[in-house]
C-alpha cells in the first residue's frame, strides 16, 4: 500500500494557515509509527510523511491509505484534511490526542479513529485497510512496548526542513503517575511509567548521530525523574552519545534534586524544560514546591551552566491579576533563561475539563476546535474564577512582551552576561531574540 503519514498544522487568529519552513524539533510520532508499519508487513509498504505547516499538504489521489495524528489545537484542520481525503475516496484514520479525548468529533470527518497508543493498533488497521474492511474504532490497551523498538524512520524527514539547530525527539520513559487534573497525557493513558533500557536509549542515540548526523536530542518524556535512580543512570550514560545540545522535560521537583542535576551535566544535558505550572497554586497541584525551592532550582542550574526554560500555566481558580506581575518579577529576580507561558487549556476528557463543564464555565468541544489559539494555551476557553476572561488574556500577552522585551532581554542576556558559561549565554541571547521577533510579528511563542 501507498500510505500517507500526516501531521496538520493549524489556523492562526488571523485565520491564516501556520507555516514554517524549519522544524524546531522534529517529534517522534511519525517516525516511530512509520518504523512500527515497516517492522510488522516487512517493508513492503511505500511510506511518506508530511508536515502540513512545513510542506502544505494539498490532498492529492494516489494513496491506499492515510494516517493523520492530531491534537486538539490542529484538530479543525486535522477534520478538514479528512475530509478532502475522504473526498477523494481514500480512507483515513486518525489518532493523537485529539481523536483518543473526542472520538465521537474526529468520527464525523475520518473512516477509523485509534485511541491510545498505536503501537498494538497498527497491525489491525493495516490488515483492514488491506481487506478494505477498516472499522470506526480501534482502542489501545496502552501498553507500550518498551524493549528492541524498532529504529524511528529518521530517513523519512526531508533533509531540506532540518536546521543545525533542530532538536529530534527521543524517549525513554513514558507515562506519570502524578495526577494533576489538566493533564491530557494522564486522560489518554492513565497512571503508568514504562521505561526503556538505558543501554537501548544509548546505543539508539549513538546509531542515530552516527547515521543521521542527529546531534541535538529533546526528550520528550513526561516525567523523567519520576524513577530518580534510573534518571541518574540514564543522565550518565549520556556522556557516551556524540551531541551537542540535550533538552530534557522536567518536572520541577526532579530539576531541584542535586544528583539528578549533577548526572545531567555530566551527560551534557545543556538545557531543562521545566514544568512550574504556577506559582500560586504548587501545593495543591503537585505537594512539592515552594517559592523558596523554586529560586534554588534556578540558582542550581545557573551554577552547573544549564539554560531553564521554564513553563507556566495561567487561569487557576487561585489566581488572580497580581498573578502575573508576582510571576514576571519571580522570573526576571531569578534570570530564567525562557519562559512558555500558557494560558490553562481544559482539554476534552480531562478532570479540568469535566469540572468546568459541571459548572457551567465552558463552551462546548466544537466552538473551541474551531479556535487553534485557544486549544494552543494562548487564550483563555473557559469563564476564569477571580478576573475575566479578557483579564487574563491581556495580561498573558502582556507578560509575554515584557520578558521579550528589550530592557527585559538586555538585562537579562547582556548585563547578566554569564562568562563562565559563554556558549549557553550567547544560545540564550538568540533564543530570545528570536522569541522577541515572534512577539513583534504578533506571533506568541508557536514552534
Ligand atoms: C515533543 C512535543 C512537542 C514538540 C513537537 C510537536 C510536533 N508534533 O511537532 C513541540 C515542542 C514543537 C510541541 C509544540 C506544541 N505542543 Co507539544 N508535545 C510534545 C510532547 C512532549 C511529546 C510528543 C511526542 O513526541 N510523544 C511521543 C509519541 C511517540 O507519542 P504521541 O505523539 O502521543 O503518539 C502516540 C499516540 O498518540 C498514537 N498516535 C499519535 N498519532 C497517531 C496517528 C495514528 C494514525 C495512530 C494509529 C496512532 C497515533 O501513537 C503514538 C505512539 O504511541 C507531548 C506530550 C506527550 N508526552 O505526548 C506534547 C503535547 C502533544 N503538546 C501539546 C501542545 C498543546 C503543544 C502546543 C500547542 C504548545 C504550544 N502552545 O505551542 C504546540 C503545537 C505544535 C504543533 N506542531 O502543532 C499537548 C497536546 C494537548 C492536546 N490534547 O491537544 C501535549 C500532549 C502536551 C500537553 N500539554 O499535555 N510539542
Ligand atoms: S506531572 Fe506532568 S505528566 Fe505528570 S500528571 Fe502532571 S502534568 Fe501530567
Redesign the pocket.
Known sequence: MKIL?L?P??YMPDGSLYHNRY????????P??AAYIDNIHSWEHELQIV?D?ITSAIPEPGYDLV?????????ARANELADAYRALETPV??????P??SPELALKHCDSV?I????D??PQ?LDDAKAKTLKRR?E?TNR?PVKDLPMGRWDLIDSASVLPTTYW?V?AT?GCTRGCDF???TS?YGRFHHKRPVNEVIEELKYRAGRWNHRRF?F???NIALDKAYAITLFRSLKDVPSKSILV?IDSEGAGDDEILDSAKEGGVDALYIGFETLHNIEENKGWGSLRQYADVLRKLRTRGIRSIASFMFGFDTDDVGVFRSTLAFVERHRVDVI?P?IL?P?PGSALWERLTHKGRLPTIDKLMDDGEI????ACSFIPKNMTSKQLNRNYRALLRRFYGPWSIFWRCILHFDIRHPRKALETLVINLHFALLLVGNH????
Open positions: 503519514l501531521e498544522s493549524f522544524h524546531t524539533v522534529v517529534a517522534l510520532t511519525l516511530h509509527l508536515y505547516r494516517l493523520i495524528s492530531s491534537f486538539h489545537c490542529n484538530g484514520v486518525m489518532g493523537g490526542y485529539y483518543s479525548l485509534a491510545g497508543a498505536g503501537e493498533l497498527i488497521i480501534y489501545s507500550c525527539g524517549w513514558r493533564c491530557s497525557m489518554v529533546f520528550v518524556d513526561d522535560n512558555f500558557f487549556t482539554i486549544m494552543r494555551g494562548e506568541t511563542h508557536i514552534m
